[in-house]
């Protein structure tokens, strides 16, 4: 038997490849939705992985430091060097601030980190590690920030001596990573006119400025002046260290909040981008519907269209699952051509998207199994229209 | 032999009650193989219900009707699979040709013994073998759309005699054609009704080609009335 479909799409081929473009473009949205949301999952996964930490100790009560603030004292590190299993911890500071590059303002998240210690960038693609104990940063490429470019934070200029990939906050924002008294010093200290007026108010308050009492005031000023808090303390335990032991006893004995890996995890995913997923979720549903709407009109008209010649099939004999599976054919082609121009478009324009898009290859099976399956549905209607077409309208009168 | 179509007291009613309308009220016909008899009549007088009961696509109310000697309708009672019937035993051709656009020639007339399961190999064999005897076989791979208005009627009937079988309805099959065209086609109809004993009914308005049959039903107000045709050459 012939195959009537494959004729009919053969016979007019332009017109089914350019509804096939149409549909497919619809389709790459879709598919980059997801890709968007997979991106995100996987940005704060490669967030996780690429610091090198087992534990994430930060102020207890809080789920800092991505989802909520928190600060802990910068020589908490010490005492958790202390705890059964701990081998190596490191200070972490996190300030998302704008950055000002040639004129434009770049969006980054600052990160102050100790440089042999877990919280450093996980890998670089161009230059070096940082050396220095100043004014040295590596920077994400997403930044667009050059080897050796000079960037200016807040009061000082930096060197660009490194470049990692794949360093984002959970927002999207690339990271530039600086020296960890210089981060806090970034996120903590005051501009000198602030600092000033502030000593001026210390000094005006007589319960800093005693007479009694000398250095008082000095000590005061001094104090306001400089930071001892960083946001989280990473930890890497020693091999066949028991990690929700080591929180444990972190939680209990430390009075601070130790995060295991899958804890992380659950709280960038389930919670952090928790709302944006459903965004992105109701947003793949319409898309998903309004798609099947799409097709199912274009089979219905693409069968009306050819009522006559469904009407002297009938007429001459072709059974009714003939037609049937000639319409299904044309729209499970229908979606195949749609999926493959979809797919080929979301791979296309995947880089050009500021935030990282993620199309896995299981998405992508399970969307051109979605995607046919919506073809069969949409063709229903299609095919309930042609099994009414009465033969006798090939008859005149 | 049987009559390839026999046809007694058939009726059609559309509707119930004060709304009903007889379409048919009690046809009678025979028509013998390898016969081309002309049915005419004007507007509104039966002849498309005509055909479509004789086609099988719609129900009779009434009467008994044969193909070949076999019954198809009788009084109520009718042949469970119309499709099949359709298929293998009545040839249709109509006005215009209807071709199925996106086969080539072969295949639209092939696809009819394609749907009998047939193979396809011996169904496209079978259409060419037809395709040659109406004279379109050098036209057997060609799009549909690349031939004349002729050429596709000539396809059209080849695709009605392909499953060869005891009666062919023809509906108007020369109304778009000039008179060369016209009685071209029905010169073709005599001689494939002559060669494979089919019966051909040709439901005709055109004035060229009524003085060719040589038995013609008139139906008027849903009967009809036989009359002698002059049978002059096509």
Known sequence: ?397 | MPAAIEISGLTKRYGVGDAAVDALKGVDMIVQPGEVVGLIGPSGSGKSTLLKCLGAVIEPSAGRMALAGEAIYDNGWQVADLRALRRDRIGFVFQAPYLIPFLDVTDNVALLPMLAGVSNASARERARAMLTALDVGHRARAPVAQLSGGEQQRVAIARALVNQPPIILADEPTAPLDSERALAVVRILNEMAQRFATAIIVVTHDEKIIPTFRRIYHIRDGRTYEEAGEGRAA
């Open chain 1, 1 to 397: 038997m012939i195959n009537l479909a494959g004729r009919d799409i053969l016979n007019g081929w332009g017109k089914f490849l350019f509804t096939g473009i149409g549909l497919g473009l619809l389709i790459g949205v879709t598919l980059s939705m997801a890709g968007i949301y997979r991106g995100l999952v996987d940005d704060g996964r490669v967030l996780l992985s690429n610091g090198g930490a087992d534990l994430w100790v930060v102020q207890r009560d809080t789920l800092g430091p991505y989802a909520e603030p928190s600060n802990v004292r910068d020589d908490a590190y010490r005492a958790l060097l202390g705890v059964k299993g701990v081998a190596e911890a490191g200070n972490v500071t996190y300030l998302t601030m704008q950055i000002e590059d040639q004129g434009k303002d770049v969006r980054v998240m600052l990160v102050g980190f100790q440089p042999g210690h877990p919280g450093e960038p996980g890998y670089l693609v161009a230059g070096r590690p940082i050396t220095r104990s100043h004014y040295e940063a590596i920077a994400d490429i997403k930044t667009g920030f050059r080897l050796g470019q000079r960037i200016r934070i807040r009061r000082h200029e930096y060197t660009v001596v490194g470049l990692t990939r794949r360093m984002v906050s959970s927002a999207g924002d690339p990271m530039v990573f600086v020296p960890l008294r210089d981060a806090q010093e970034v996120q903590f200290l005051k501009d000198n006119d602030a600092l000033v007026n502030e000593r001026a108010r210390t000094a005006a308050n007589p319960a800093f400025n005693r007479p009694g009492v000398p250095g008082l005031l000095e000590a005061v000023q001094a104090s306001q002046a400089s930071s001892r808090t960083v946001n989280v303390v990473m930890l890497r335990l020693a091999p066949h260290a028991d990690e929700a032991l080591v929180a444990s006893e972190i939680r209990r004995w430390k009075h601070l909040e130790a995060y295991t890996r899958a804890d992380m995890d659950d709280i960038l995913v389930a919670k952090l981008i928790a709302t944006s997923a459903k965004q992105i979720f109701m947003f793949l549903v319409i898309l998903a519907i309004v798609s099947a709407a799409i097709v199912a009109f274009i089979i219905y008209t693409m069968t009306l269209n050819k009522v006559r010649e469904i009407a002297v099939l009938k007429l001459i004999g072709a059974r009714n699952r003939t037609i049937a599976a000639m319409i299904l054919q044309q729209a499970l082609g229908l979606g195949a051509i749609g999926f493959i121009v979809g797919r080929t478009a979301a791979t296309l324009w995947a880089p050009i998207f500021p935030k990282y898009v993620l199309l896995l290859p299981g998405d992508a099976v399970r969307g051109a199994l979605l995607v046919l399956a919506i073809c069969a549905l949409a063709s229903v209607v299609a095919i309930r229209a042609a099994l009414r077409v009465d033969p006798a309208t090939a008859i005149g009168g």
